[in-house]
C-alpha cells in the first residue's frame, strides 16, 4: 500500500480560503475504499477532527478542505494598550495532517477448489488460501474471473475450519461446477482494514487572513516569509494612507524564520532619523504598534526622539533580520488638517492586522428605545363597600426596558488607496470606536476608551479619483451592547 501527495497548501495560509490537500493512493480501487485525514494540533497527540473520504470518481483521488475546521481554531489578537511588540498566538494555528486509508477486508483466491476430507466435515468445500479467519466467521463470497460459475459459492457461509492455508465452508463440494472459479472474501459485517498515519504533513499553518477570490490562486508564503526587502508584512495597509495624531496601528509578520534571533522593526521619519524595537522571531507571527498614537518606546539609532516632532510629516515603517531590511516600506503619512473632536473607528483587516481609520467631519447619535409591555389585571381596592381604584394604578406594565445608540460618522477626504482599504472597516466584523478631543492641545489628544460596535451601512461605493476628485466616506455604527434601564 502507498500514499502520495498530489496537492497541499503552502506552509502558512489564510484559514479563509480553502485549506486544499489531494492525495492518491496505490488501494483507491478495492472495495470501500475511504482515504483517512487525521488532524493533530502540531506536535501532539490532540486529535482535533477526522476525516473519512470518498475518493473522486474520476481520478480516485481524495480531496478535503480544512479551511472550516482551522478557522474555528483561529481568532485573532488585540491588547488595546499594548505599544510594544506581543506574540500573535491566537492569529494562528499550527496542526499536523496525518493520511491514511480504509477498506474491506477482502481475501482473494485462486488455486483450485477442493474436497476436505477429515470428519466430521468430509465432502465440504475446501478454499485453499492464506488468511486469517476463525471458526465461526460469517463470511461473504463473490465470485470473480473467466469460466463457469458455482451457484452455491455465493452468497453468506459459516467458516467450519480455518487453517492459516485453507478454510473450510458449509458448501458441499459434490455440488461445484468449476473448481478453478475465482472469488473474493469478505466478512460479512463488512469488517474494514484501517491503516492510518501512512503519510504526515507535519507543521502546517494557517492564519486568521483571507485573499479575494481573485487574488488567492497568485498567493505566495515567500512574499511574506521576510527575507527580501520586497517581502510583506502581513497586513493590506494601503499607500497614500494618512493617519491623525490620535490613530492606533498594529501590523502583523511572519518572524520564526530565524528562531530564538532578535529582529527589529524600524522607523525612520521624513527628517532621516531611524529607530526600532526588537521583535523575538521564535513566534511564528508576531504584532507589533505602529501608529501615531501608539508607536510607543523606541531605541533611537540615529537622530533623538520622539519619532514625530511638530515638524515631521512622514514616517514609514519596515522589518530587519539579521542587519539586511527584509519587507518593503510601509509609509504613514500624518493628517495635522485643524479639529476638535474626531471620533476613530479600529477594525481587524482581512490579513488579521489591526488598522484605523479617523471621522473628522460632522457625526450624528441617535437612540433607540425597546421595551416588553403588558397588560396586568387592575387589583383595585375596596372602600365603603364599594370596588374602586387610584388613578396612580397600573395596568399596562413596561418591562426589560433597554436603549441603544447608533453613530452617523463622516471622513475627511481621503486617497484613492484609502478609499479601496475602507471597504474591510465595512466589511470586518470585529470593530471599536473612541472620540478624541483635540481641543486642548492639537499634538496631544485626549482620548476616550475604546468601546465595542458594529458596522450599520451594508453597500458601499468604492471611489476613484477620475470620477471623483475629492472622495469622502461615511459610515453608521452601532454600540455592540445596551444600556439597561431600571425599573
Not at 75 to 83: I, Q
Not at 301 to 316: F, M, R
Not at 413 to 433: K, R
Request: hydrophobic share 35%.
Amino acid at each position: 500500500m502507498s500514499i502520495t501527495l498530489f496537492a497541499k497548501p503552502e506552509k502558512l495560509t489564510p484559514a479563509y480560503n480553502q485549506v486544499m490537500y489531494m492525495h492518491d493512493s496505490t488501494n483507491k480501487s478495492l472495495p470501500g475504499f475511504k482515504y483517512i485525514y487525521d488532524i493533530y494540533q502540531a506536535g501532539t497527540l490532540n486529535k482535533i477532527a477526522e476525516y473519512r473520504v470518498l475518493p473522486i470518481y474520476s481520478t480516485g483521488y481524495g480531496r478535503v478542505d480544512l479551511s472550516k475546521l482551522l478557522q474555528s481554531q483561529v481568532t485573532f489578537d488585540l491588547n488595546l494598550n499594548n505599544t510594544t511588540v506581543y506574540n500573535a498566538n491566537d492569529s494562528f494555528y499550527k496542526y499536523d495532517v496525518k493520511v491514511g486509508e480504509e477498506y474491506v477486508t477482502t481475501t482473494q483466491y485462486s488455486a483450485a477448489l477442493t474436497q476436505y476430507l477429515v470428519s466430521p466435515y468430509v465432502g465440504r468445500v475446501q478454499i485453499n488460501v492464506a488468511n486469517t479467519f476463525v471458526v465461526g466467521d460469517q463470511i461473504s463470497i463473490t465470485q470473480t474471473g473467466a469460466g463457469a460459475t458455482n451457484p452455491t459459492m455465493e452468497g453468506l457461509f459459516t467458516v467450519l475450519v480455518a487453517d492459516p492455508a485453507f478454510i473450510v465452508i458449509n458448501v458441499f463440494f459434490s455440488t461445484i461446477v468449476n473448481v478453478n472459479k475465482n472469488g473474493d472474501i469478505i466478512y460479512a459485517d463488512g469488517r474494514r482494514t484501517v491503516t492510518r498515519d501512512l503519510l504526515v504533513h507535519s507543521n502546517q499553518a494557517v492564519f486568521n487572513g483571507v485573499f479575494k477570490w481573485s487574488d488567492f490562486p497568485s498567493y505566495l508564503m515567500a512574499n511574506y516569509d521576510l527575507a527580501d526587502p520586497t517581502d510583506l508584512l502581513i497586513t493590506n495597509h494601503p499607500n497614500n494612507y494618512y493617519a491623525t495624531l490620535g490613530q492606533d496601528i498594529w501590523f502583523h509578520a511572519f518572524s520564526d524564520s530565524s528562531p530564538g534571533l532578535t529582529d527589529f522593526v524600524y522607523f525612520e521619519n521624513d527628517a532621516g532619523e531611524i529607530f526600532r524595537k526588537s521583535v523575538n522571531s521564535g513566534m511564528l507571527i508576531s504584532g507589533f504598534s505602529v501608529g501615531p498614537n501608539n508607536h510607543g518606546l523606541l531605541t533611537p539609532v540615529s537622530g533623538s526622539l520622539p519619532l514625530i516632532k511638530p515638524t515631521t510629516e512622514n514616517y514609514y515603517v519596515y522589518y530587519e533580520r539579521a542587519g539586511v531590511k527584509v519587507s518593503k516600506d510601509y509609509y504613514i503619512y500624518l493628517d495635522r488638517r485643524v479639529r476638535t473632536i474626531e471620533y476613530q473607528i479600529l477594525f481587524l483587516d482581512r490579513m488579521g492586522s489591526w488598522n484605523s481609520f479617523a471621522f473628522t467631519g460632522r457625526d450624528y447619535e441617535r437612540g433607540n428605545i425597546t421595551r416588553t409591555q403588558y397588560n396586568q389585571y387592575l387589583e383595585g381596592r375596596v372602600v365603603s363597600n364599594k370596588w374602586t381604584y387610584d388613578l396612580t394604578d397600573r395596568g399596562y406594565i413596561n418591562t426589560q426596558i433597554t436603549t441603544d445608540t447608533t453613530i452617523d460618522l463622516n471622513s475627511n477626504y481621503m486617497t484613492e488607496e484609502m478609499a479601496a482599504y475602507f471597504v474591510e472597516l465595512l466589511s470586518s466584523p470585529m470593530v471599536y470606536i473612541k472620540k478624541v478631543d483635540y481641543s486642548n492641545d492639537c499634538d496631544v489628544p485626549e482620548s476616550t476608551e475604546y468601546v465595542s460596535c458594529n458596522i450599520v451601512t451594508s453597500s458601499f461605493e468604492v471611489f476613484k479619483t477620475r470620477n471623483k476628485r475629492l472622495i469622502k466616506q461615511s459610515l453608521q455604527v452601532k454600540l455592540a451592547n445596551n444600556n439597561m434601564i431600571n425599573g
